[in-house]
């Protein structure tokens, strides 16, 4: 099994990286030929895309940086890692938890969950499509909110 700490520092590292060529290099050793990365936004498959990924996220949030936001919990092959995405220094905007999921001392697949999850904006554009660009929601549901969703069972002593 990897160094799972070293590996998401390594990870974090890779997605604060401003340098093209740098990010590029941290990607293809970190990264398996094969990885898959996923997040509610966005799939990518293979380096290339997902270091395309990485270099969107540093268009769309300019000036904020990614950082651990509690202690990396592993086992063999698969790590919880959460982070946020903040000014430095500053509160966070985004809070994210990672599933990294190892293979050969390299990571092989990541799935990510966003909270609050970033909305796409419509930004026209030139041509017939438009563009559509994310930013961070300022505010979300917490995790904890009632829901009113009617396909849920009714609390106990409910009217049905």
Do not use: C, K, Q, S
């Given at each position: 099994m990897p160094d799972i700490d070293e590996l998401a520092r390594r990870y974090l590292a890779s997605w604060n990286e401003s340098d093209p060529a740098v990010r590029r290099a941290l990607v293809d050793g970190l990264w398996t030929d094969d990885a898959r990365y996923a997040d509610p936004i966005v799939s990518a498959e293979g380096r290339h895309a997902i270091e395309d990924v990485m270099a969107t996220a540093q268009r769309r949030f300019p000036g904020l940086v990614?950082?651990?936001?509690?202690?990396?919990?592993?086992?063999?092959?698969?790590?919880r890692l959460t982070w946020e995405l903040a000014p430095p220094g500053g509160?966070?905007?985004?809070?994210?938890?990672?599933?990294?999921?190892?293979?050969?001392?390299?990571?092989?697949?990541?799935?990510?969950?966003?909270?609050?999850?970033?909305?796409?904006?419509p930004v026209p554009g030139p041509g017939p499509f438009a563009v559509s660009v994310s930013t961070a929601v300022s505010t979300a549901v917490p995790a904890t909110a009632p829901t009113t969703d009617p396909h849920r069972n009714p609390s106990p002593g409910a009217e049905r």
């Open positions: 990614y950082r651990l936001a509690a202690r990396v919990d592993a086992h063999p092959h698969a790590a509160p966070a905007v985004i809070i994210g938890l990672a599933v990294l999921i190892t293979e050969r001392d390299r990571l092989h697949r990541v799935y990510g969950f966003l909270d609050p999850v970033p909305v796409p904006v």
